[in-house]
């Protein structure tokens, strides 16, 4: 019989999968972005059952209350006609072929990293210190600024030139913008400033 812990960690898996699955094959942008909160949460519960509470927590504050909630909004509020969006993906096929192959063999690759050197499996069966030498935020930074500083700043990087992109994407110019002009503002007197109409009882202006 599987013990509490065991069901719970077989649950949140599942539906981090499933939910991850549906975030792919969902016909509706919203509802993808849905299935992308639940995943989120579902991780964040397998995190908290590995004893991680800081990743848990920076996932729900962080990027189920932030980013996901973001991207709702924007795909909510966009008037995109993503059927006129879709007659062009084939084009793209190759390109997305050619992804999905890397990605698998980084995948076939993690998971058989044991046969190229055993000594890995030894030593990520306890990738960081017990609690009672070293916190988990504490941990979390030794490997994030000592180790792998530059990958991380690389990734922050990416994002950031990623969440750029996205803005200059959906950026509608108008053709006859108001713009605010800092000098006339300030250059204004009370004569042009505002103007005084005596308004007749029963008649507008």
Do not use: C, W
Request: positive net charge; proline residues 5%; glycine residues 8%.
């Amino acid at each position: 019989m599987l013990g509490l812990q065991a069901f719970f960690f077989y649950l949140f898996a599942l539906v981090a999968v499933g939910s991850g699955l549906m975030v792919v094959l969902a016909r509706n942008p919203v509802h993808s972005v849905l299935f992308l909160i639940l995943t989120f949460v579902a991780s964040a519960g397998l995190f908290l059952l590995t004893g991680a509470e800081f990743l848990a927590l920076i996932l729900i504050v962080v990027y189920v209350g932030a980013v996901a909630i973001l991207f709702l909004f924007v795909v909510m509020m966009l008037d995109l006609d993503f059927g006129r969006i879709k007659q062009g993906a084939l084009q793209y096929a190759p390109y997305g072929a050619i992804v999905g192959v890397i990605l698998l063999a980084q995948l076939v690759i993690a998971f058989s990293g044991n046969t190229f050197q055993p000594s890995i499996p030894g030593g990520t069966v306890m990738p960081i210190p017990p609690l009672e030498q070293m916190s988990n935020i504490e941990a979390l930074g030794m490997v994030l600024y000592t180790r792998y500083v530059f990958f991380f700043q690389m990734a922050g990087l990416i994002l950031f030139v990623a969440m750029v992109g996205a803005i200059v994407l959906t950026l509608r110019r108008s053709h006859n913008p108001k713009r605010q002009s800092i000098p006339a503002q300030v250059a204004r007197d009370p004569a042009t400033a505002i103007e005084i109409r005596k308004v007749e009882t029963g008649k507008g202006i």
